[in-house]
């Protein structure tokens, strides 16, 4: 079979067999967590798998969140070929996944493999909340998302890891402060050997927020004011046409008024901090989930947000192996 040159690319309506580079599961790995050999840990991006619910006339993705819209047959599959690039290992081979039923709390569950089962036969979660934290070496943590923010934590000591799924609102009930003290409590974790990253998710562009989003991290954090910034709408005809608008409407009753932007990377940043991790210990992959295009002019990631609902979700996967 020829390989299509990645100088030519065909137009996406031409339909071609998809390249093995294409089919490979898009994988956001950490280049400072590469020193630790023991520790596994990766956040998905939308390239790779052979979901087409979201795909329009694009290749099929990599959707790894049992939505409505996709067959969850697929959905396993490709779960299995994520899970398979992030430990290296055979489909087959690759450590148990553990995930929650994720709603914007701020509950920690604590898992470890002799509890099990934590899912169903076909690999729904069962328990609730929006943070796992372990020290079985035979597990992987996994959060899903299409816009909040997954957070992996590992101690360097001891080998604990935690993912959090932190939305504005698991932001505001503190979960990454709370793990951190929750690991410290359980398994005698020190701030200073805990490495943390924060994955892809919607950014400071964004992220627009309702003015009550502003209060309520106003009455919780005394740093507030530094999470949120005004965003004016830019519109080229407005800009380029200036008189045309300027007697249309008083001032201060334009529909493009400042948008109050929230920076939940900072946010966690900040939590992390406040827990005692240091700078240089936290990771922030800094990509938005809902504005990163690839080269190709394709979204690198589902966004909430962006899709209005219809998307799909990325998987965010820590775990440590027994040697
Ligand atoms: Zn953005």
């Known amino acids: 079979m020829p390989r299509r040159s990645e100088a030519h690319p065909q137009p996406a309506a031409i339909r071609q067999p998809l390249s093995a580079a294409r089919r490979t599961p898009g994988v956001v790995t950490i280049a400072a967590w590469q020193r630790f050999p023991w520790l596994l840990a990766g956040f998905s991006t939308r390239q790779g798998g052979r979901s087409t619910a979201y795909a329009s006339d694009g290749p099929p993705e990599l959707n790894l969140g049992f939505t409505p819209d996709d067959d969850p047959a697929t959905v396993a599959e490709n779960r299995r070929r994520f899970l398979a690039a992030v430990t290296k290992s055979k489909p087959r081979t690759a450590p148990d996944l553990i995930t929650i039923r994720q709603c914007h709390t ?69 979960i990454v402060e709370r793990g951190i003290g929750t690991l410290r409590r359980d398994f005698g974790s020190h701030p200073k050997d805990l490495i943390a990253s924060i994955g892809p998710s919607i950014g400071p562009c964004c992220f627009a927020v309702g003015e009550e989003v502003l209060h309520e991290f106003d009455s919780q954090f005394a740093y507030a004011p530094e999470l949120f910034s005004e965003v004016f709408d830019s519109d080229p005809v407005r800009e380029k046409y200036p008189m045309l608008f300027l007697t249309a409407r008083a001032p201060g009753h334009s529909n493009l008024g400042p948008q109050i932007h929230l920076d939940l990377w900072e946010a966690n940043r900040r939590q992390l901090l406040a827990a005692g991790l240091k700078a240089s210990s936290i990771n922030l992959v800094g990509e938005c989930t809902a504005c990163t295009r690839l080269p190709d002019g394709r979204r690198k990631y589902f966004s909430h947000r962006a899709e209005h609902g219809f998307t799909g979700r990325m998987l965010s996967v820590i775990g440590a192996t027994a040697h």
């Open 106 to 174: 701020g509950i920690l569950q604590r898992v470890d493999s002799a509890a099990l089962p934590l899912a169903t036969p076909d690999g729904k979660a069962l328990l609730r909340g929006d943070a796992l934290y372990t020290r079985d070496p035979n597990l992987l943590l996994g959060i899903l998302t299409a816009d909040c923010v997954p957070i992996l934590l590992a101690d360097t000591r001891t080998h604990a890891v935690a993912a959090f799924h932190a939305g504005w609102r698991g932001t505001l009930a503190r």
